[in-house]
């Protein structure tokens, strides 16, 4: 049996100095313990950490029971264990004996040197039992800061290579440069990545900051004003913005703060910069596509109101005429004629007013006009209206009004009328065989209206977008309904505006519902003032209006409630007129040449200081164009056409106040 003694323990040990690959060291544990057994494989285990210190090829995916593994070892008489490898480490089939040695390091951490697929079972003499503990305990001890030591080593490793990939980031994309002035605010130093630094440094170097600027930057003396206070004051400052004068054009935001010496002394600023021009440029084309809606907007507002005028000017002789041509004597054929006609008109005025509706619903500029109002009234004129029409077809019509309904509440009337009709004339446009039917119910804050139709329903496809603008569903050359496919979107923005609700339910070839929910108040009973009809006496009236049809209809309009009327082209005829004969009232159209009606009414209020009761008979319907004839000095503003019942019940509202 060999021995192992001083001599040889000293040389030994001498021989793994230095030694720093896994190999070599296996190769020399060969060499010294091939005397005593020979191995195929070996790890240091480390007992506390569940960890293997040392990993060999065999052993990359080893795993072991360490609460055997610590049994057998505190069962173990010598400092060292026979087993077999396949009991202790998870039936590893490569694997067979095992000879481990117990080491306790200086740390006092208990770790196994183990040596695998031993030809036999060792026998060691006790002096060669403690050379080889003493060995094998320097060897775990090396083994353990070389593990350590590789480990530093692949951490720093990786850590430098991330902070090359980040200087290289940087170094391609970011924006930062640094810069540094002296006491007389001239750049001294301009530290940039590769790809900045022929620019800043050729624009900023020895330079200060009046002379890098922009031309534009130059007239903004407030701002530079205010950051050479700044500077004066030796104070720190944060992303301030400015163009720099070069090409291609370059924005940048600076940051800096000043720098003392150990006196105290100022030495200058030191700070940061940022490349902005990118930001500047997507922010430069955002107001400039900003600007270009805003006009776009404008002009479609523009071309509304001339439109509105244009349109509703030949609408308003044309409705007239019918009215005036229905007071004449006329044969049952010409009043079947003068029906259609009168039908027709009706349909047209009706789309003119959604178009101009939904732009003001589409530019947030419609606004509800609240007043007492008879509801009652209200939804029975317009279920008569259908009740008339549907006569003779096939579609049977059945209104349910809750008595008590209310007589007077706070509610924009108009608005509501608009919103019931638009909803009944599309449950009659889709049902031409069958049942509509119309409920109107309430409770102590909501008015309820449901309209049901047995016609030919809606897709729960086409349900989603029912009240998008101009969707129609039932497009082609053959549709069977008429309209533009604005109704259902404007009563469901009118709805919305009134802070109530709609729902829809319906299936094909079953039928339709809505049902809508809108908030009300009551009238307290000092607001319930009744309007008289009363009559009105003659009137001198002056009529400014430059198309010469509206001139003969309104003209026979007045005459047939006895006033007595007399005509003016302009706005400058119509100061003319007021100034040689006084009338008891003016209307005024709103466009017209030499002088329009809003510059005529200015003068005779300002002017004249006149006070007649002047009234706008104008084509111009939008909200706005109503707020400047009343800004203008304006009592009353009548839109285009003009109904002979409209235009009577205006008179007698504005003279009765």
């Not at 060691?124 to 094998?136: A, Q, R, V, W």
């Not at 009240?467 to 082609?476: I, P, R, S, T, V």
């Not at 159209?589 to 706008?616: C, F, H, W």
Request: aromatic share 8%; proline share 2%; net charge negative.
């Amino acid at each position: 049996m060999a021995q192992f003694n001083l001599e040889q323990l000293q040389f030994e040990l001498r021989q793994f100095h230095g030694i720093n690959d896994s190999r070599a060291l296996k190769a020399q544990l060969e060499k010294v313990l091939l005397p005593y057994f020979s191995f195929k494989e070996f790890c240091l285990i480390n007992i506390e950490e569940l960890k293997m210190t040392l990993e060999m090829r065999t052993l990359k995916y080893l795993e072991f029971d360490e609460g055997l593994l610590k049994a057998k070892l505190q069962q173990a008489s010598s400092p060292w264990l026979f087993s077999e490898a396949n009991m202790l480490f998870c039936n590893n089939t490569e694997l067979h004996n095992a000879l481990i040695f117990r080491i306790d390091v200086s740390d006092h951490t208990t770790q196994c040197m183990v040596f695998f697929d031993i030809t036999e079972q060792a026998q060691f003499s006790d002096k060669s039992e403690t050379g080889i503990m003493i060995l094998l305990q320097q060897v775990a001890l090396q083994l353990s800061n070389q593990t350590r030591l590789n480990r530093q080593k692949f951490h720093s490793t990786s850590l430098l290579t991330r902070l090359g990939e980040l200087s290289e980031l940087f170094r391609d994309f970011a924006s930062e440069w640094f810069w540094r002035t002296n006491k007389e605010e001239q750049f001294i130093n301009v530290l940039t990545t590769a790809s900045h630094s022929n620019l800043y440094k050729r624009h900023f170097l020895h330079k200060n900051f009046d002379a890098i600027i922009t031309e534009q930057e130059q007239n903004q003396l407030k701002k530079w004003s205010h950051f050479k206070h700044l500077l004066a004051e030796q104070a720190e400052f944060l992303d301030f913005e400015f163009e720099v004068n070069c090409s291609p054009p370059a924005w940048v935001s600076f940051s800096g703060k000043p720098q003392f010496d150990a006196n105290g002394n100022f030495r200058g600023y030191l700070g940061i910069a940022k490349d902005i021009t990118v930001n500047k440029d997507r922010e430069q084309a955002l107001q400039l596509a900003k600007e270009k809606a805003e006009e776009a907007n404008l002009a479609k507002s523009q071309f509304l109101t001339v439109m509105s005028h244009e349109i509703r000017t030949p609408m308003n002789a044309i409705v007239g005429m019918l009215e005036l041509l229905a007071d004449s004597e006329l044969n049952d054929k010409q009043t079947r004629w003068l029906d259609y006609a009168n039908s027709s008109s009706d349909l047209l005025l009706d789309l003119i007013s959604d178009v101009l509706d939904f732009s003001k619903i589409e530019s947030g500029s419609m606004e509800l006009d609240v007043k007492a109002t008879d509801i009652n009234a209200l939804v029975k004129n317009i279920t008569a209206q259908f009740q008339e029409t549907t006569q003779g077809s096939k579609v049977m019509f059945s209104t349910e009004i809750k008595d008590g309904l209310p007589n007077k509440i706070n509610i924009d009337g108009v608005r509501v009328g608009q919103i019931l009709f638009n909803i009944l004339d599309n449950a009659f446009k889709f049902t031409k065989v069958g049942t509509v039917n119309f409920r109107a119910d309430f409770n102590d804050t909501h008015l309820l209206f449901e309209v049901a139709d047995t016609g030919q329903g809606i897709s729960q496809s086409q349900i989603e977008t029912i009240y998008d603008a101009f969707k129609q569903h039932d497009y082609g050359v053959n549709r069977q309904v008429e309209g533009i496919g604005l109704g259902l979107s404007i009563t469901k923005s009118l709805v919305d505006l009134m802070k109530g609700e709609i729902r829809v339910a319906s299936a094909i070839n079953i039928g339709t519902k809505f049902t809508i929910y809108i908030p009300y108040s009551v009238v307290a009973d000092d607001q319930q003032a009744i309007e008289h009809e009363q009559t009105l006496e003659p009137m001198s009236i002056l009529v400014t209006e430059d198309n010469k049809t509206n001139q003969v209809l309104i003209k026979a309009f007045l005459e047939k409630l006895n006033h007595h009327v007399t005509l003016a082209d302009n706005g400058q005829q119509a100061i003319d007129k007021v100034q040689q004969q006084n009338f008891d009232l003016v209307l005024m159209d709103m466009m017209m040449p030499v002088m329009d009606g809003i510059t005529a009414t200015k003068y005779i209020r300002n002017e004249l200081q006149m006070s007649l009761p002047i009234v706008a008979l104008t084509a111009n319907a939008s909200h706005q164009d109503k707020a400047t004839c009343l800004n203008a000095g304006m009592n009353k503003v009548l839109t285009k056409p003009i109904r002979f019942h409209d235009l009577n019940r205006a008179l007698r509202i504005l003279f009765s106040q």
